[in-house]
């Protein structure tokens, strides 16, 4: 154990080496790092108190707030894991969440919808009810958890309609945030305001970074522009989780220099918005921002900060992560063609909570698989091509329609796109691309094909190319089934 | 095993991350990220032929050398263990580290010494005998080895006279990295001129983080400074293993400005070296550069970087860390207080090489003790006293002679002090104090008593000073058994 740095160890650290500084502002409440581990110590003892042990899950359903993160800490004191869901699903949505992971410990916000749900002794009221049970926790210390014991689960990939709660451990989520340290050049006296959901891996990833460098963590129920402006004027804000519209109504929010931006270190965008702020040149700022990422990776897999200038749309890998693109078979394919986006590292998950079946699955010969499907460019960059939601069969070659469906889409007549495989008899399926075209564009079969097969392999390109007034979606991706149906889709790789 | 990231894992990463990128450059040798992969399995494999397998030792007798990295992250890829030992040492000493770790194979630079040591069939020739084994390495794969497996052993630690090897796992080495890439905001493109010995963790942990975050490694053999300045001017080096006098040198050598040094970031020091170079504003090197380290926490425990204004002399802990200030019986002490500083976390060695009892005193409870003292400040950050090699047991109370010789040596009078314990029939002990003046200065007991009781609370202070022309030595350390033998030390708690 002599290894091991848990959250709740790391909070303990800053406690001690950081007495004077800040580490949580949520509207009037102000807590130093003694503070708030005083405060997580006595909510892991009332939460022991009520029977959450090892193992359990504890769920908060509400808005961001300072409990977010203490209810975190505290389960990492405990061993216990923490799920903060997202509280704005339908009633049918948080039954299948609440059932799934059957918490000892509910701590909700008032909703039309929550309120509606069944309660009984497991539910703690956010509020008043949430500080009573702090204040009553009694003072105890915590025997040291093993940091690789999972301590948070985020609910994503609902790869057949319903999500799944992948687990993050102590480990994985210190190592991601120490990558965005890197990235970031995250300095003591990091402010970051948490203004995006917290259920969500991007604003939870710079919450946890900005704790692991001993920095001041400011929650806001929602974005509100006008919010974003006061608090970071009156908190001096490093950054704020904002981009492209975000950063716009922010901009119009402050239009005429009402508040101080100044202390916002960030990615520039527009005049206005540079002239407010303070444009960074850490590589996170300094090119263009983000990279690869998915929940089960901790957040970031790949950062285009890594890789300025580089041919890839994602950048390279974190420096505590592996990739490898690999063919159906797991085998890596070379530099230039598509595959799976597969991840080992000290960042990665521990699967997803009570899905033995699908663990056994995506984490197959020791690599994450993440079911999107990338490119590692001649100049070692990775590129992100889309999700790996069918594989066609067109004699011995694997063809990804995401990988077509973004070729026919760089076409400028093209709106949207889908493409399927269809049965074959000599290649088993042929490629058969549908296309809506913009308002007002032409283009012919002939075009489009020439157009891709300007682009990828040949063996890729649509040997059908119909159109179609719209595709129709599930989520933001194409409603495959649907297509087949209208289409002719079948005879996919692993189908009856 | 998917969370294992090993060396080998980083550099068969930024093999095909970093297809374009120099790896290593030494004299004539250029690697780019591939080569130098290629090269360390072809080593990898060679050294297995030769026997070596997991959990055996590599020893590298010589200067600086690619060879002291391709050895590392082949023995990273086998399993094996490797130890670049101090070349410079005796032949008793270098005879005492042989023995020790029985090593699978040897490769050694020509010295007297060495040249006169006993060769068999497990030493190889640096130069053309170590290429032509790499050259005759066979092209395989390897199985993954688990980064937790120790894969550096470095010799420090001479408790009893002997010296003992800190073995490092993969796991510490890539976490004391990324603490390094963190606070000196190390970026892709990074080149870092090995002029240090490799043998010591000042050099080596930079030597690595290079590796981590894809940048550059020169070697030179050793510090020369008109080579430097023509290597800094060459390869367009991002830091160099420079200090104090170091810098001196480097400045005389380049005066006149023959070489071209503005792409070293480091430092300021001189104006003629801040003339020379670009002032990097990191933490690392905006801060006093530095903090407190040691080879059992891979290097740095804690950084002056993360501490700007602090009051401890020794900054604030890595972000991977956590440092207790402990008494005797292994209890915390409050700030102020003196005691010894213990770690834990991700970038903590594995224990000494063949030291069970040595290993399970210093990691007794889950905390590395470090064998130094510090004192943890009221505003959080850590002040490093000194080695903590013997205490003081006054009536009830612990007194450590290095924190009464640190207030003795701050009085202006004073050149040197060491300070023991005599046997005392009321209080078991009595501090006492031998005293060295500066040539031509004065002080009396009664005020060198005062002066250190202004300092330290009081009944640390000594209750008799006796003054001598100097303070025997052991090394950098008072020889306390001499002291004691001349001035009636003993009765220490512990002792017969």
Redesign the interface.
């Known amino acids: 154990?002599?290894?091991?740095?848990s959250l709740s160890?790391?909070l303990?650290?800053h406690a001690?080496?950081?007495?004077?500084t800040t580490a949580v502002v949520d509207g009037e409440l102000r807590l130093s790092y003694p503070e708030l581990d005083a405060r997580v110590s006595r909510l892991a003892g009332a939460l022991a108190g009520r029977g959450v042990g090892g193992g359990d899950r504890v769920v908060w359903l509400g808005q961001n707030s300072h409990a977010v993160l203490e209810l975190l800490l505290a389960c990492s004191r405990l061993g216990a894991v923490f799920c903060p869901a997202n509280w704005r699903q339908s009633a049918d949505e948080l039954r299948f969440v609440l059932q799934d992971l059957g918490p000892a410990a509910v701590v909700w916000e008032h909703s039309d919808t929550l309120g509606a749900l069944d309660h009984d002794e497991r539910w703690v009221r956010a509020g008043a009810d949430y500080e009573e049970l702090v204040a009553g926790g009694p003072a105890r210390e915590f025997p040291?958890v093993a940091d690789?014991e999972p301590v948070l689960a985020l609910y994503t990939a609902a790869f057949d309609g319903r999500p799944n709660a992948a687990l993050l451990s102590s480990?994985?989520l210190?190592a991601h945030a120490?990558?965005l340290?890197?990235v970031r050049?995250?300095?003591?006296g990091f402010t970051f305001l948490n203004n995006g959901p917290l259920f969500h891996v991007g604003t939870m990833m710079f919450c946890l970074a900005t704790l692991?460098?001993?920095g001041t963590n400011v929650f806001t129920p929602a974005f509100d522009p006008e919010e974003v402006c006061r608090l970071v004027d009156a908190e001096r804000v490093t950054q704020a989780f904002l981009f492209g519209p975000m950063i716009d109504a922010v901009v119009k929010a402050n239009a005429g220099g009402k508040y101080d931006l100044s202390s916002l270190r960030f990615v520039a965008a527009s005049d206005e918005w540079n002239a407010m702020i303070t444009v960074d040149d850490?590589?996170w700022c300094r090119s263009k921002m983000g990279g690869y990422g998915q929940t089960e990776v901790g957040g970031m897999l790949t950062f285009l900060g890594?890789?300025?200038g580089g041919a890839g749309y994602a950048g390279?890998?974190s420096?505590?992560?592996?990739?490898?693109i690999m063919g159906p078979d797991d085998v890596e394919v070379p530099?230039g063609e598509v595959g799976e986006i597969c991840a080992?590292?000290?960042t990665?998950f521990s699967g997803y909570f009570a899905r033995p079946d699908l663990n056994a699955e995506k984490?197959r010969n020791?690599?994450?698989h993440t079911g999107d499907l990338g490119r590692?460019e001649?100049?070692?960059?990775i590129t992100f091509i889309g999700p790996k939601l069918r594989m066609i069969k067109s004699g011995a070659e694997n063809v990804y329609p995401a990988e077509v469906e973004r070729a026919l889409k760089s076409h400028p007549a093209v709106a949207d796109a889908a493409v399927i495989g269809v049965p074959d008899p000599a290649w088993h399926q042929a490629v058969k691309a549908v296309v809506a075209l913009r308002e007002g564009a032409a283009a012919t079969t002939e075009e489009l094909i020439e157009h891709v097969r300007g682009q990828i392999a040949s063996y890729k390109k649509p040997r059908e190319v119909v159109f179609a007034d719209e595709i129709p979606k599930r989520g933001f991706t194409p409603d495959y089934d649907a297509i087949d149906a209208a289409h002719g889709g079948g005879n996919y790789p692993g189908s009856a």
């Open positions: 154990m002599i290894h091991s740095l160890d790391v303990a650290e001690r080496s950081r007495p004077g040291q690789a480990a994985a210190v120490t990558s340290l890197v050049q995250m300095e003591p692991q460098i001993g850490s590589p890594l890789a300025e390279r890998p420096p505590l992560a592996q990739v490898r530099a080992r590292g000290k990665l984490l020791g690599w994450h590692r001649p100049d070692g960059t």
